[in-house]
């Protein structure tokens, strides 16, 4: 008897060893890890990708990365556009960039939209997958022309300068500790909101776009974490590894290529603690690294940016 209750009870044993271990964050409810364009302002830049450049103009066979510009990612949008040099040109060769900040006349792009220009394929777009670009083009070319007008910022409000550009993150997600599927979500709500992630080890993923150096090249390559926009000076900077990549969307919901990972332990952290993310690239061609987002971004870019811990 006693030897059949020994053998029972080391069943038991082994059959609790073999159970599978359960993720203890299956469950959690994966929503979009970006916001759509009616969060965001309508003169950003990440609006009009999200609304125009992306569905309208990337086409099959045209501004899908057949030529420039190159309307798939937010990045190769902004920097195929601002000050880039123009290809096609009005009989006068009146035009130098395809964007020119401040000044909409100027701007090739601008003329394109609105004016038939000799010698070229026509008034753009050519064709419209953007199902409503009929009846909102109106709209959407008033968008292109205020933000040119503003300035032609990038989407975390940086005003472009003439030769290089400063780097851009173009995506940020966050996973689990090592996974690269189910991006935790933002939280549900008005405007850009935090991702909402757990006390736990998490990896945070991003994409970076520069009109000269590939992002497998930056240098620099860290990020810090603080519990407040003004406590960045007072942390220590955290490596970003360029070892892996990944791909997923951007923040305008088209699929790139993450090239660099950091990973952060957040079980110290209660309930409700928002957490800021600034990341730090160098390019080369500038004094030092760029921060970004910088001190003078601020909110809904700022928010792309920042975690909230669930319970």
């Given at each position: 008897?006693?030897?059949?209750?020994?053998?029972?009870?080391?069943?038991?044993?082994?059959?609790?060893?073999?159970?599978?271990?359960?993720?203890?964050?299956?469950?959690?409810?994966?929503?979009?890890?970006?916001?759509?364009?009616?969060?965001?302002?309508?003169?950003?830049?990440?609006?009009?990708?999200?609304?125009?450049?992306?569905?309208?103009?990337?086409?099959?066979?045209?501004?899908?990365?057949?030529?420039?510009?190159?309307?798939?990612?937010i990045g190769s949008a902004y920097n195929s556009l601002v000050l880039a040099p123009v290809i096609a040109n009005d009989p006068g060769e009146t035009f130098t960039y395809r964007v020119v900040p401040g000044d909409p006349a100027a701007s090739f792009l601008h003329e394109r939209l609105t004016v038939f220009v000799p010698n070229t394929s026509g008034m753009m777009p050519l064709e419209t997958d953007g199902p409503d670009w009929p009846e909102n083009h109106v709209q959407y070319i008033d968008a292109i022309t205020s933000w040119i007008q503003s300035g032609a910022k990038d989407m975390f409000g940086n005003p472009p300068t003439v030769g290089d550009l400063e780097?851009?993150?173009?995506?940020?997600?966050?996973?689990?500790?090592?996974?690269?599927?189910?991006?935790?979500?933002?939280?549900?709500?008005?405007?850009?909101?935090?991702?909402?992630?757990?006390?736990?080890?998490?990896?945070?993923?991003?994409?970076?776009?520069?009109?000269?150096?590939?992002?497998?090249?930056?240098?620099?390559?860290?990020?810090?974490?603080?519990?407040?926009?003004?406590?960045?000076?007072?942390?220590?900077?955290?490596?970003?590894?360029?070892?892996?990549?990944?791909?997923?969307p951007d923040f305008g919901g088209s699929s790139t290529v993450f090239t660099h990972k950091g990973d952060l332990d957040l079980s110290g952290y209660a309930p409700g603690t928002l957490?800021?993310?600034?990341?730090?690239?160098?390019?080369?061609?500038?004094?030092?690294?760029?921060?970004?987002?910088?001190?003078?971004t601020g909110p809904p870019m700022v928010d792309y940016f920042t975690l909230r811990i669930t319970a």
């Open positions: 008897m006693r030897s059949a209750i020994h053998t029972t009870a080391a069943l038991l044993l082994v059959l609790v060893a073999c159970k599978k271990e359960e993720n203890p964050f299956a469950q959690l409810e994966h929503r979009s890890p970006n916001p759509p364009s009616e969060a965001l302002p309508q003169d950003n830049f990440a609006w009009l990708h999200q609304r125009v450049f992306r569905p309208v103009c990337a086409n099959s066979g045209c501004h899908d990365g057949t030529f420039e510009p190159e309307f798939r990612s780097p851009q993150v173009t995506g940020f997600l966050v996973f689990p500790h090592g996974s690269t599927n189910g991006a935790y979500p933002r939280g549900e709500g008005e405007g850009v909101q935090p991702i909402e992630v757990p006390a736990a080890n998490v990896d945070l993923w991003f994409s970076f776009a520069d009109d000269g150096t590939p992002a497998s090249e930056l240098g620099h390559n860290t990020m810090r974490i603080a519990t407040s926009l003004l406590g960045f000076a007072t942390v220590p900077e955290l490596p970003l590894a360029t070892d892996a990549s990944m791909n997923g957490l800021f993310v600034r990341v730090y690239v160098d390019d080369g061609e500038h004094d030092g690294p760029t921060g970004i987002p910088d001190d003078g």
